[in-house]
């Protein structure tokens, strides 16, 4: 979905964003019904908040930890992997009670590199509408909004 800015390469050396710590437990994909039977007895999942997640091993202390789904070469769920994870760096974030915007991850240093109008114009091309019909269907997607990331796009919602 970002291939014209983020290209498979730059991100197979990166994968920052498969990474957590447990100041961004909220980052951990949303897994829906469908990819949750697809992957029965293969991960372990939580219920956070109401949303199903992967199930992270977190200890005591600010360790990283790996998604379950992280491999040597990438992601192993290919095309099926969660909604969250094809769109970031971009987010839906609840702003005030009737409106929500995309923002952008500042982690992700390669799209952070670009400017902003491009990112916009990007999203402009139909990401945008996209992660906002998503968000409709889907509002367990709506993150709540972080402090330092840039509102590319707001929407009454
Ligand atoms: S599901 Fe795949 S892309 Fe998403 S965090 Fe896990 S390894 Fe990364």
Not at 40 to 53: H, I, L, P, Q
Not at 142 to 151: H, L, M, R, T, V
Request: glycine share 6%.
């Amino acid at each position: 979905m970002l291939k014209k800015i983020l290209s498979p390469q730059t991100c197979a050396k990166c994968r920052v964003c498969c990474v957590f710590d447990r100041s961004d437990i909220w980052e951990i994909p949303v897994i829906s019904d469908e990819l949750k039977s697809k992957l029965s007895g293969k991960a372990e999942f939580v219920e956070r908040d109401g949303v199903c997640t992967f199930a992270m091993p977190f200890k005591d202390g600010e360790e990283l930890v790996s998604c379950p789904m992280l491999t040597g070469s990438g992601c192993a769920l290919g095309d099926d992997k969660p909604f969250d994870c094809k769109v970031w760096p971009f987010r839906v974030m609840r702003l005030d009670k009737s409106t929500v915007g995309i923002t952008v991850s500042p982690v992700c240093e390669h799209i952070s590199s670009l400017p902003l109008s491009t990112l916009c114009e990007f999203l402009q091309e139909g990401l945008a509408e996209e992660m906002f019909d998503k968000a409709r269907l889907c509002p367990e997607i709506i993150k709540p909004y972080q402090e330092g990331y840039p509102i590319l796009r707001i929407k009454n919602m």
